[in-house]
């Protein structure tokens, strides 16, 4: 596990352990870092900064009264977005219930559809995928984990790679092979992978 990692997920833990323990002051912090992301999040689908601020209150206040049930392990941005996107879906099919404007009900349901997608639900699922295959490469060992970035993050053909190295064609397939398994293994519950 790589130093920025280790870091990370150790960050991570801590503020949901302080958070989920009381502290006042890690809420506050992570408040601050979060706030306007939830506000420009929300106001993607609400079309009114005052009400998406408003959401981005009562997310975070919904965060701080359920701070018990926080698991440690799980992305705290993640479950964040969550609580604010069903803030809004709850506020735009309110506003859909209380309009008579034809058109303005015809807007909201679209931004109730678009809320309601997949793709803002795997959108805010990626933050917790971002962390686990940053979990998964940084589990690598050194030597396969080096070959697995040349291969894929530098595009280098595995002759390439191994004349780069120093090492056989096979031995280079063989790290591919073990990286490749590695991040199947891993990443098998969240993408359903039998």
Sequence with gaps: MDK???VSD???RNIIEAIKGGSEKAFE???KTEFNNVVFFANQFLRDTMLAKDIA???FI?????????????????????????????????????????LEKREIQAHIGTLSSEYV??????LDLERLIEKSYS??????????????????SYDEIARKRGITVKAVEY??????KLFRRRLRDYLGIF
């Design 139 to 156: 589990a690598l060992p050194e030597k396969i984990r080096e070959s697995f970035v040349l291969s894929r993050k530098y595009g280098l």
């Design 10 to 12: 150790k960050l991570n």
């Design 175 to 180: 790290h591919i092979g073990l990286a490749l």
């Design 62 to 102: 919904a965060l701080w009264n359920f701070r018990e049930t926080l698991n440690p392990d799980s992305n705290i941005r993640s479950y964040t977005f969550t609580i604010a996107r069903n803030k809004a879906l709850n506020l735009l099919r309110e506003k859909f219930c209380s309009s008579s404007d034809h």
């Design 121 to 126: 639900e795997e959108k805010i699922e990626a």
């Design 29 to 31: 912090a992570f408040l």
């Design 57 to 59: 209150q009562e997310t």
């Design 4 to 6: 920025y990692s280790k």
